[in-house]
């Protein structure tokens, strides 16, 4: 058995301000005697299986295993199948695989390959879409099984060619053989405040994409609730960190990415209510922070929880820009004798269900007959300009307010956090075909003014 080694690619320091095994439907062929005997030699695109995983000084390794399964996934007569295909040899970084194939197996026809067997969907000929839904972030697993044994998948695509009654695989050249590429990413997370001094202890982590899709929810096992180490897709651009300790939330996100088939050692720093979002779309500690860091900061966060905005993906949290859209009071319509939203919210215990604040502003800025002042001030704050990473700028709905005011402690607390200086502010719910919901903070009430009156807009986003 060769040991081979994945070396550190690169430490990427998150620091901002800082399944089913073989269970689906599938075609599995029995091993028959009239089958078609496969042999072929299949390479990795690094030289290395991480199929057992021992960290030390900077880097994975890693060993193949005799016997292992790799998933040979192919049509036969018609049916997608998947077959079992076993490493019997192992030499520089190559492997030697053997089955037998179902008879229905047609020369020059595709096949994919993935390793091991058990990520392998057999109808979809892709890597089970659950496969790294849930993790429990030790190096070792808590059954004894690996993070690589579970996670390191690697796949590759080639040609059946089949001669003489036996069959092979190349790359679409005879004579070739399929090299697999690894489809996930490994980190070592440690988890710290936003200054990188103080350890977090996590209950649970989940982590999004650019797409704000769920790629993975980490309950930690004993002793990993501060590192902990995960298991993340390559095609991940926007990592979203959400994480809390039972008691406080807290929140990052990396943009840009180009993450590779590595291992990543990275201090992950954690924002929470009352830091700042910056132009960069990275979260700082505070303003000056940020300034530091050569950017500046656009928003407070002031709420996190994933019902900040129910309309969208973006619903990790609020952030508060940091100053009113306009020295002015605005309207928050320029007429009071219709409905302008589909919703209108009669009493205060409904309003503040309304969590819909970007789809509000969203209506009421293509309103075809009125113009809605308060809402079209909110959306074009900054210039339009938002950070990389969340909604556009928007008017806060009555919920929305009332998540911010709760998660601050208290009307005075957010009042003072993010310089509210006592004013009346709109909101985006609507109450009657004549008023709209806005909240003062010389006291913490809710009132309806009429339409037309001038009140303070504040701009909000959602991440």
Request: proline share 2%; with cysteine.
């Amino acid at each position: 058995m060769k040991t081979m080694k994945l070396y550190l690619m690169a430490a990427l320091a998150l620091t901002f301000a800082a399944c089913s095994n073989d269970d689906n439907d599938f075609a599995q062929q029995p091993l028959q005697a009239e089958g078609i005997p496969f042999t072929a030699t299949i390479s990795i695109d690094n030289g290395a299986t991480m199929r057992a995983l021992n960290e030390s000084s900077g880097k994975i390794e890693a060993t193949w295993k005799d016997g292992e399964e790799v998933a040979l996934i192919y049509n036969a007569g018609g049916t997608p199948t998947k077959t079992p295909a076993t490493v019997t040899k192992q030499t520089d970084g190559s492997a030697i695989i053997s089955a037998t194939l179902a008879s229905g197996a047609t020369d020059g026809s595709d096949v994919t390959i993935i390793y091991p067997s058990t990520a392998a969907d057999g109808t979809t000929g892709n890597v089970i879409s659950t496969l790294l839904a849930a993790q429990d972030g030790t190096l070792t697993g808590t059954g004894g099984t690996s993070i690589a044994e579970k996670y390191d998948v690697r796949k590759g695509t080639g040609k059946l060619s089949i001669t003489g009654g036996k069959a092979t695989v190349n790359n679409g050249t005879p004579g070739t053989s399929v090299s697999l590429t690894n489809q996930n990413a490994i980190f070592k997370l440690t988890l710290k405040d936003i200054d990188g001094t103080n350890d977090v202890s996590a209950t649970s982590v989940k982590i999004y994409d650019q797409t704000n899709a769920l790629l993975t929810t980490v309950t930690p096992a004993t002793g990993y609730d501060k590192v902990m180490y995960v298991a993340l897709p390559t095609t991940a651009t926007t990592l979203k960190f959400s994480v809390t300790n039972g008691t406080t939330n807290y929140f990052n996100m990396a943009s840009g990415l180009s993450l590779g088939a590595n291992y990543y050692p990275s201090t992950l720093k954690l924002a929470t209510v009352g830091n700042v979002i910056a132009a960069n779309g990275k979260c700082y500690k505070d303003a000056s922070a940020a300034t530091t860091a050569s950017t500046s900061a656009v928003a407070m966060i002031a709420y996190l929880g994933n019902d900040a905005e129910t309309s969208t993906t973006y619903n990790h949290g609020l952030a508060l820009a940091l100053e009113d859209v306009s020295s002015s009071t605005i309207t928050w319509c320029s007429q009071s004798t219709e409905t302008c939203l589909t919703t209108q919210y009669n009493n205060t215990s409904d309003a503040k269900a309304d969590m819909a604040g970007l789809a509000n502003t969203n209506a009421l800025v293509i309103h075809a007959s009125h113009t809605h002042n308060a809402a079209k001030e909110a959306r074009n704050y900054n210039g339009g300009t938002h950070p990389t990473g969340t909604s556009t700028w928007f008017l806060p709905s009555a919920g929305q307010w009332d998540k911010m005011v709760t998660a601050a402690g208290g009307y005075v607390n957010l009042n003072i956090k993010a310089s509210l200086n006592n004013r009346n502010y709109w909101s985006s719910s609507e109450c009657t075909k004549s008023q709209a919901w806005d909240l003062t903070f010389t006291n913490g009430s809710w009132g309806y003014g009429n339409k037309r009156t001038d009140w303070r807009v504040r701009a909000c986003l959602a991440f």
